[in-house]
């Protein structure tokens, strides 16, 4: 079996018109890619945490149109670690799941959990909770055929904690369920591991042993210094945060983190490039299947 199995790019989230995402769709198909990420959260598809049905039909007769496999993105804002809204969390996080299983998404991501800093205890607290909640889900997860994957994030205030992608892999370890897997954001980990002075390279190679989704897209690994800007291109010029630009336009070394990783079996490869840069999206499309036949030889290297 391959370790990564198929390559494609996210759906820009939209504003609840669900043309705009047959569109989008019909573009990533155009490419030759091989699957697409749907971004659940942005397409009104749950109401107080209950899947709306008619919308829901919609999805899946948009879906069945493209010759794609699916995964899901979750809601960017979830968070386990917020005990005074966690009942709605783990309700849309259910809510999607059910709509995975309808239109055959294989995968739902789930951010890293966020709260702040506090003492030893209290992070020890947040993390058990955070721990159980992804249990119960994987579990849910599990009755839908799905795979909960759990994304590395950065932090954008001082006193906010997230888990790094090493801290990332022990709760998925500590869970230690077959619907729990990690999913390796590079540009979210590099961004993070200039922020706190981490070795972010063996950060993400201990994450990998326990990763079965991957994120790719390029920055320059700089966290915000700056938040506002007049234009988006503004950030790009700067180099600053979160940009998701297209492999090779910033300085992510993939070529050489992806002949050091070893990954699980299974894993989708989703370039978090969006339509901005639809000029730049085949050649990343083409860099991306590189990257994936390195792996790939490793393993049927391996294997033999």
Known sequence: MAVITHVGFNVTAGDGDLTRLEQSLAQIADLGADVAELS??????????????????????????FPLRYTAHGQIVSNFMDPVNLDRHKAV???????????????????????IIGT???RQAVDRMEREALAEM??????????????NIFAVKPDEY???????AETVRAV??????????????????????????EEVRTMAQVTGHLHLHDNFGLPYTMSEFFHPSESVALGIGDLHLPLGWGDIP?????AEIDILPGTALIMEIGERFATERAES?????????????RGVAAAA
């Open 176 to 201: 230690a369920h077959p619907n729990l897997v990690g999913l390796i954001d590079f540009g979210h980990a590099y961004i993070e591991g200039t922020r706190l002075g981490l070795d972010w390279r």
């Open 162 to 168: 997230r888990q790094s992608p090493a801290e990332i």
């Open 254 to 258: 993939f070529d050489d983190i992806f």
């Open 40 to 65: 659940l959260f942005g397409h009104d598809l749950i109401a107080g945490g209950r899947v709306i049905e008619g919308r829901a039909k919609a999805l899946a007769e948009i879906c069945a149109k």
């Open 93 to 115: 996080a259910g809510a999607m799941l059910e709509l995975c299983e309808r239109v055959g998404a294989t995968v739902l991501v789930q951010h890293c959990g966020s709260s």
């Open 285 to 297: 499309l083409d860099v991306a299947r590189r990257l994936a036949a390195t792996i790939n030889a």
């Open 138 to 151: 994987a579990e849910i997860a599990k009755g839908r055929g799905v795979r909960i994957a759990f994304e």
């Open 120 to 122: 030893a205890p209290y």
